[in-house]
DNA sequence: GTACGATAGTCAACGTGGTTGACGAAATAG
DNA sequence: CTATTTCGTCAACCACGTTGACTATCGTAC
């Protein structure tokens, strides 16, 4: 087994892996505020994305973002609360509630996609094609398992 | 100005930044649990290491971690209630209260440490040495400022 | 030597996000 | 028709963050 490099500290990946997030995330929300997007918060646009253009249910989105159904179903509140997704019974059956992406939600959606890509761009045109596709591929590579998990607040914290 | 890949959604990038993060800190938290330190959670590594080995005060570790003295010193009390980290008085200005690691602390630093550089000699086996550092190096680049902000869980959140 | 402004730490209230447990209402299986 | 499962919600709790207010202490200026 190679040995460390002690010019190349290990914890020091996890940390850049960090910043780097952050600096998207911060990116594409200060653009979405002045794009009128002011209330999306770096969670809400992986929600809307998991309720997608069908909907779904709250227990469903909570097994989408691998939290509970309770959890779920206040962040579904919070959104519903800003206007960004909306509660309609299922005629079908009473027992539930099927959560829609509004069509302010759908403009949020819309725009972040654009936003990502935009920003994307910013990337490659800095350290060329090359350099990020290898970096898409090699964290695809590494990160495989655990992608689509929300619960990033309490796993991050306690 | 490039126009974006539609073989590369800019969206990928922020979630495999994310899942490489998770990944690298998964790994090693579930590595520090089987070497005896399952209390330890993400979050706290980092606060340790913020306290550093001459130990601090819970107002500067807020301005180290970019969060308020409160919010600083109530992480600090549930450090200190699993023992990693002790308060001690300040003999010079009855004020402060001097914030120390521990030995089991210490511990538990020079473990991460050791874990961190370990996973990354995992990265430089499989994917090699050169994209492990141009990982690094590009991360570097693009996300220059804000390095250390501890303020995630709330930032991620609301 | 005292009075005053700045600083350290804490308490309280609150918001967001997570958890588990319990429960009623509705669908489904027998 | 009854029994079980499923959906949504309520309630209680924890971790983490915030702001505002307050006390105690330090340092300085008069």
Redesign the interface.
């Known amino acids: 087994?190679?040995?460390?490099?002690p010019a190349?500290?290990?914890?020091?990946?996890?940390?850049?892996?960090?910043?780097?997030?952050?600096?998207?995330?911060?990116d594409?929300h200060a653009e979405l505020a002045r794009e009128g997007h002011p209330e999306l918060?770096?969670?809400h646009g992986f929600v809307l994305?998991a309720v997608g253009a069908d909907g779904t249910t709250a227990t469903e989105l909570g097994q989408r973002l691998g939290i509970s159904k309770q959890a779920a179903g206040k962040t579904v509140d919070?959104l519903v609360a800003v206007g960004y997704l909306e509660r309609v019974d299922d005629p079908s059956d009473a027992r539930r509630r099927l959560v829609r992406v509004t069509p302010r939600g759908a403009d949020g959606l819309r725009r972040?996609?654009e936003?990502?890509?935009?920003?994307?761009?910013q990337?490659?045109?800095?350290?060329g094609?090359e350099?990020?596709?290898?970096?898409?591929d090699?964290?695809?590579?590494?990160?495989s398992?655990?992608?689509?998990?929300l619960d990033?607040?309490?796993?991050?914290?306690?």
Chains 1, 2 share one sequence.
Do not use: C, H, K, Y
């Open positions: 087994m190679a040995t460390a490099d190349r500290p290990g914890f020091a990946l996890p940390l850049l892996l960090l910043a780097g997030f952050r600096t998207l995330i911060d594409l918060r770096p969670l994305q919070r972040s996609a936003i990502f890509d935009r920003l994307r761009t990337w490659t045109e800095t350290l094609p350099r990020v596709t290898a970096m898409e090699d964290l695809g590579t590494m990160a398992a655990n992608w689509f998990r990033v607040p309490g796993w991050f914290g306690g």
